[in-house]
């Protein structure tokens, strides 16, 4: 009784007096009793609540006709009801009043109509009502309205508990004609997995021999199939929406109005329930590809019996995250586990699957769907109906996303279908696929991917060459996000425990990287070549060695390549600016990178080991670089470039050792121009050797770096011994403390 | 029907794979997966098989089965593993399925236990068909019908049937499967498409497994039809007939059709030569007797397809054969099989299982 109110609220004047005598028993002090005594008082002057009395006491049989009193009284409730909305204890009363007839029939429709719940509506009322229903003789329309009134009102029934276990008198009313609609919609709210028996599914199947398929059946009978498909099963087609056709009723309106001006928000879910809407009814040509529904599995009476104790909530049942989070532990697994990727909720649900059965059925219809699709087509058509295809590929793509992890039938799929792969077919789609493919052993790596990726890029357009490149950038970063999550949980043990068949070790793991960034960089020296050092083709692969320089910082991975030639020049000559700063921020984060691994080398003794090539690499290159931007000593011994003198002065190029500096640089040229502009605007002559003098060349640079030029501004800060202060340009130290 | 007990072959022991870290998993387990079933990428028909024994399977297999078999020409499918199928409990799964497909067929919600569908579905196990101990027992589907009008003692008609079976397959692949999955590969089906359809539905939404076709490809009706040859001595082929389509405007279909004794001849022949260079390359290899090597194989279309050459001076080699037949069976490169021999019925279930095998996702 008190929690019932409390939610009435204490703010509602109108609490009628049963409830009083709870609350006064609850009051401790004078001052709250003289203040009941004052409510009370007032209250009782109070015409709803006299109305209310009226109607709990009045006689039976009471004449209706003629009766002001109660012509008064109804109107009073009515007014209340559609302005505030009725508290529970009046709907309590007025239901009683109603359905016990006490004034015959013909107020009861009136009443039940102005109904309009303020807050909830009390359990025992609608039970007792129900039973009214089985003893009075109330006419059979009168008996929908009340049906229907409940179906209205059904979320806001305080409790569920009584009217379950009253379902089998409810379940009595289905042979009554003209209610059993609206029973099967009440009945489908209230089942639980213990309602449904065999006596009840027959008796539905003795009334759908008689109705015919009705939705209202079908639909209940579907709920009894998914708690005990063992018992019942049919096939429900799918443009079977509103099962249950309820939405018209008479409250609707005037309890959202009520609602809306109490602030409250109950949701009546109840009303908007439909069949789960399957959005695509045309008839699909490529049933593989059709994610299958969500069903509870039949056949898990063999296995479970000795724990069925233990109750389980098909995953069928479950609608809500907060349901998922509360039935976790005893969520059964559908029929069909390819179901799972229907909705997101399920994915949520998948995230939790531990068990190996289940996800190989998982990759089994998911591998088949990918197979039967793009491998198989035995239709020849299929490839120009792909619009389904690129819908699959998406809503893969967007689980794999979701999930942070592949499926292996994907992985397998894709080994076979890049030999079959044209390069574009669904590209953007496939390439994602790609980039989810977890780390593959060095010893495969080539025969699975290498292969049948060289044939396909050597073949195909600057944009295919492009998108490769950024899936293998994926790729790699994907591999190096797993590692550096696993590494730090695992204490830099990869190596999985020992019951495990197939481990990868962290030199293993290492292997595949260098594996991968090997292979990326003979693709892109070959690529360049053939593009013709196409820019956009240079940025994306800078882009793959902008991760690669940071390996060991940024995912704690020992181990450091270096771009091949093929990469490092054609950046380094690079028309464009942006090429050359993004090779120089490379090249200062391989710095970075390196120095610091030395520094962790030195402290442990049993630290991984940088080979002395990988040094001399990165030596031999900043050389090459700050001879080339800083020093103009372009084609000097030990570069790189070599040109034997005699090609070079015929090539007419005055002074071609400046060429490349960072005046003469194709890149920078402009910048060179334009500063030499703004510094001695009334010169004539444009002489750009003269920034080479200490101060002007110190000026150019501040100039370059306010550009925006970053990676070249921590390059020459890291790599030259250069003080802006003392002037002293061009100097030529070079940084090497790493050999 | 035939309901016995019979022992679902639990293939667990080699592969209980280790339950180590979902995420670990994930990423070595598609490789670790590719370890075990021999790079699926590089998966390829066998190049060697064991030539047809007139197989004493009339011993084995009872008569009534025997006849189910081999009476009727199967569309071939390819099923991949099935979860948690008991071959105890098929009565139940008769029920079931009987059910469904009341409930496919007349769109009505059905009762599973009713003891009176219109359509009886039936399973039962085909003793005796498997051979490697990793087998699973064949599995016999037949779905009877009853006219609402017939009399009680009038017999029910068989209006559909199938069969689940796996013939020496894979011994890595079923052991590299979790113990809850039984590996039946391959899937006749004969009798209407509504049928078949909602057979395979009741499949798929019971044992969560995936149905695909299964065409015979060019290689593997080759290997039918020189398999079916070699058993010439034993037991008359009739004729060896093949059907080859040659790809012009319009297309065109050859009918080529040999006596059965000059194909034999033809084939020992072939035999002989790849023989006595077998013999060549290692001496004592007696048990290789009964191995008939891929290259025989090609060699003996090879020689048939240069005969026909020198007498219409039209080369087969452009055309793709489509279908094979002799007394002992028919195949169809649409994936249509009729085995009309039961003696050499093993073999050529063999060769189908390991078809369908190649075509398993996972």
Redesign the interface.
């Known amino acids: 009784m008190a929690a019932k109110l409390s939610l009435s609220g204490p703010s509602d004047s109108d609490t009628s007096s049963p409830s009083d005598q709870s609350v006064s028993g609850r009051s401790v002090n004078r001052s709250l009793r003289i203040a009941e005594k004052e409510r009370r008082k007032n209250e009782a002057e109070d015409p709803f609540v006299l109305a209310l009395k009226y109607f709990s006491d009045v006689e039976p049989g009471t004449p209706v006709n003629g009766n002001d009193q109660l012509e008064r009284n109804l109107v009073c409730v009515e007014k209340v009801a559609y302005s505030k909305g009725l508290h529970p204890e009046a709907i309590s009363i007025m239901l009683e009043f109603a359905m016990s007839l006490r004034m015959g029939s013909s107020p009861c429709v009136r009443v039940l109509k102005c109904l309009i719940p303020s807050s909830v509506v009390p359990q025992e009322a609608v039970v007792r009502a129900v039973v009214w229903l089985g003893i009075g003789k109330i006419p059979i329309s009168t008996q929908v309205l009340f049906i229907k009134w409940v179906l209205t009102v059904f979320d806001m029934i305080d409790a569920k508990d009584q009217l379950r276990a009253i379902y089998g008198f409810i379940f009595s009313f289905v042979t009554e004609e003209n209610l059993c609609p609206f029973i099967c919609h009440l009945l489908y709210l209230l089942t639980r997995k213990e309602s449904v028996r ?1 006596f009840r ?2 008796k ?2 003795e009334l ?2 008689k109705v015919g ?1 009705q939705p209202f ?2 639909h209940l ?2 709920l009894y ?1 998914v708690f005990c498909p ?6 429900i ?1 799918s443009p079977m929406k509103n099962a249950f056709r309820n939405h018209n009723s008479p409250w609707k309106s005037a309890l959202l109005a009520v609602q809306k001006r109490n602030g409250s928000q109950v949701s009546s879910s109840s009303l908007s329930l439909t069949a789960k809407d399957k959005t695509n009814s045309r008839k699909r040509k490529h049933c ?1 590809l059709e994610v ?1 529904a969500l ?1 509870s599995a ?2 898990k ?3 479970t019996d000795s724990c069925s104790s233990r109750k389980v909530v098909p995953l069928v049942q479950i609608h809500s995250f907060a349901q998922l989070l509360e039935n976790m532990h005893r969520i059964e697994l559908p ?4 179901s799972l990727l229907g909705s997101s909720l399920t994915l949520q649900f998948l995230d939790c699957v ?1 068990d ?2 289940a ?3 998982l ?10 699709e793009f491998l ?1 087509c ?1 239709d020849a058509g299929s490839f120009q109906n792909s619009e389904e295809a690129l819908q699959f590929l998406e809503k893969l793509l967007s689980t794999l996303h979701f999930r942070q ?5 994907i ?3 894709l ?2 279908f890049l ?1 079959a792969w044209d390069g574009s077919l669904l590209r953007p789609q496939i390439l994602g696929l790609m980039s989810n493919i ?4 060095s010893s ?1 790596i080539g ?2 991917l290498f292969e049948p990726l060289m044939q396909l890029f050597f073949t195909s357009s600057l944009f295919f060459k492009c998108g490769l490149m950024e899936c293998l950038n994926n790729m790699l970063l994907k591999w190096l996000t ?1 590692h550096s999550v ?1 590494a730090l949980e695992d204490d830099l043990d990869i190596s ?2 020992s ?6 070790t962290l030199s293993g793991f290492k292997d595949s990287v260098m594996e991968l960034v090997h292979f990326v960089g003979r693709l892109a020296t070959v690529g360049l070549q053939l593009e013709g050092c196409h820019s956009l083709l240079l940025s994306f692969i800078l882009d793959f060695y902008e991760t690669v320089c940071d390996m060991f910082l940024k995912y704690g991975l020992p181990l450091v390549v270096m771009p091949p030639p093929g990469v490092f020049y054609p950046a380094l000559f690079a028309a464009d600016p942006v090429s050359v700063d993004r090779l120089a921020y490379i090249m200062y984060r391989y710095k970075v990178n390196l120095t610091s691994a030395k520094r962790q080398e030195k402290l442990k003794e049993q630290a991984f080991h940088i080979s002395r090539q990988t040094f001399h690499e990165f030596n031999h290159y900043v050389v090459v670089m700050v001879n080339c931007l800083w020093n103009s000593k372009m084609f000097h011994q030990g570069m790189g470039v070599q040109l034997g003198e005699e090609v070079l002065l015929k090539s007419n190029v005055p002074q071609y050792s400046n060429s490349f500096d960072l005046i003469h640089h194709p890149a920078f040229l402009s910048y060179a121009v334009d500063f030499h502009q703004k510094c001695w605007p009334g010169r004539k002559d444009m002489d750009l050797n003269s920034i080479k003098h200490s101060k002007p060349w110190r000026w150019y640079l501040e100039y370059l770096f306010t550009q925006g030029y970053d990676g070249l501004k921590q390059f020459v800060q890291s790599n030259i011994s250069w003080q802006p202060i003392a002037g002293d340009g061009g100097s030529d130290d070079l940084a090497t403390q790493q050999r | 029907m035939i309901i016995s007990v019979v022992k679902t072959p639990r293939n667990s022991d080699g592969a209980q794979r280790s339950s180590y870290r979902q995420s670990y998993r994930s990423y070595v387990g598609a490789v670790s997966r590719l370890g075990l079933t021999s790079a699926l990428t590089a998966r390829r028909l066998n190049t060697s098989r064991r030539a047809p024994r007139a197989h004493n399977i009339t011993d084995k297999v009872s008569p009534e089965h025997l006849a189910v078999l081999v009476k009727k020409e199967w569309q071939l499918s390819y099923v991949t593993p099935l979860f948690q199928f008991r071959h105890t409990q098929l009565k139940r799964y008769s029920q079931q399925l009987s059910a469904f497909i009341a409930a496919e067929r007349q769109g009505v919600a059905v009762e599973v236990e009713e003891p009176q569908h219109s359509f009886k579905a039936s399973f039962s196990v085909v003793h005796g068909m498997a051979e490697a101990e990793e087998d699973a027992e064949t599995i016999l589907i037949q779905v009877h019908s009853k006219h609402h009008f017939s009399r009680r003692d009038d017999p029910e008609k068989c209006v559909w049937s199938g069969w689940l079976a796996c013939i020496n397959g894979s011994p890595e692949y079923i052991r590299s499967l979790p113990k809850d999955f039984i590996c039946l590969p391959l899937f006749g089906s004969s009798g209407g498409d509504p049928l078949t359809s909602s057979v395979k539905s009741w499949f798929q939404q019971t044992f969560d497994c995936c149905f695909g076709s299964l065409e015979i490809n060019h290689t593997s009706l080759q290997w039918l039809g020189s398999l079916w040859t070699n058993c010439q001595p034993e037991s008359n082929i009739q004729h060896l007939k093949m059907i080859w389509a040659v790809p012009v405007v319009p297309p065109l279909q050859i009918t080529y059709t040999v006596n059965p004794q000059d194909a034999w001849e033809l084939w020992t022949c072939v035999r002989k030569d790849a023989q006595v260079e077998k013999e060549g390359e290692e001496e004592e290899e007696e048990e290789e007797e009964g191995i008939i090597d891929i290259e025989e194989v090609n060699m003996f279309m090879q020689e048939l397809k240069s005969h026909f050459y020198r007498h219409f001076k039209l080369d087969l080699s452009a055309g793709n054969l489509v279908q094979v037949s002799t007394a002992l069976g028919s195949a169809k490169t649409s994936g249509r099989i009729k085995i009309s021999n039961s003696r050499y019925m093993i073999s050529t279930l063999t060769l189908l299982t390991e078809c369908a095998l190649l075509k398993m996702p996972v």
């Open positions: 065999v599914v027959r539905l199947l759908q021999s398929r059946l079908m009978l579907s199939k063992e018992l019942v099963t049919l096939s087609p593989h299958p069903n039949v056949n009476q063999a296995q029929a069909q586990m390819g531990q190996e059965s996800l190989l059925r990759n089994s219809w998911l591998g088949y769907a990918l197979h039967e198989f035995n992890e592949g499926f292996s039938s992985e397998v799929f080994y076979k030999n977890p780390v593959v052993t495969q025969q699975f797993w696993y999985l425990n019951h495990t068949s197939i481990n990868i």
